[in-house]
């Protein structure tokens, strides 16, 4: 993985005649603006014909950006830390296939047990490219380069082998085991949120019990319902807080064989955030 600024990287890929493809969530602001000023042909909803089409509207979004909408990039570039995606360079005319080579990776694990993979989190993809060394090409795909901001720093990773690639049995890039939802370091944060965002809430509860049990119970609850992202994290303590007693309602756990995605959805149009 290599340092460089994400304008050095546009440059570099633009120089030799490669497609720039920004994936990042279509239900985001930053998605939304892109989408409505690149033209149609030249976006597709990464969820659509899946499984996880009913959830196209909210999921990533692939857009190639051509030389009039390199600017609408900048406020991207300017706020990394709002983890809204990352950049990749195509072959002209490879975006289809690019598709379909995400499509093919998005469920995790077999029915009723599956989860969605986010890889247009830079994050996620920070962690597969760690792990997928050996199997870059099958985790990248049609990719020739990928720039993403990996924590501190704006990094990029070339595909030594860009083109299609079969699944592998057992993907090296989902080899880590999932953060431990109920350590100190999660806890800390959960507190922080509550603390900042939901005091005088926060408050009645530490009238009624000691908000850390609390607060590993509910974490637990949600790594038991494949809840891992920050939004999903905090709909599940601020509704759990303004529920009575401090629990979220019967009826609240996931419908046999429903993805988290739409098991938060769901939630959503019955609960208060």
């Known amino acids: 993985m290599s340092p460089l600024s994400p304008w050095q ?3 570099q890929q633009r120089a030799a005649g490669h497609d720039i493809a920004v994936l990042l969530e279509a239900g985001s602001e930053a998605g939304q603006r892109l989408m409505a000023s690149v033209p149609g042909e030249r976006w597709q909803l990464l969820y659509q014909q899946t499984d996880a089409a009913y959830l196209a509207d909210h999921g990533p979004a692939c857009c190639l950006v051509g030389e ?3 600017p609408l990039l900048q406020p991207l570039l300017q706020a990394p830390g709002e983890h809204w995606g990352w950049l990749a360079s195509l072959a002209p005319g490879e975006m289809p296939a690019w ?10 694990g077999q029915p009723p047990q599956q989860a969605l993979y986010r890889f247009h989190d830079n994050r996620v993809l920070a962690r597969g490219l760690a792990l997928a060394q050996a199997t870059l090409p099958a985790y990248l795909g049609q990719a020739i380069s990928v720039c993403y ?3 501190e720093a704006w990094a990029s990773a070339d595909n030594p082998l860009p083109g299609a690639h079969p699944v592998p049995t057992h993907p090296a890039w ?5 953060p431990a939802v109920d350590g100190p370091i999660a806890v800390a944060n959960a507190h922080r949120y509550l603390y900042s965002q939901h005091l005088e809430a926060y408050l009645k509860l530490a009238e009624q019990q000691p908000p850390l049990p609390w607060l590993q119970r509910q974490l637990q609850r949600g790594q038991g ?3 891992h992202t920050q939004k999903q994290i905090e709909f599940l303590l601020v509704n759990s807080l303004r529920s009575p007693g401090f629990e979220l309602p019967e009826g609240c756990e996931p419908w046999p064989g429903e ?3 739409a098991h938060m959805e769901r939630l959503r149009r019955h609960l208060l955030v």
């Open 99 to 108: 598709v379909a080579h995400w499509r093919a990776r998005l469920l995790l």
């Open 9 to 11: 990287w546009l440059a």
């Open 174 to 178: 989902l080899q880590a085991p999932p």
């Open 259 to 261: 993805l988290p995605a």
């Open 68 to 70: 009039t909408e390199l």
């Open 149 to 151: 901001w990996q924590g």
């Open 225 to 227: 319902w494949g809840w």
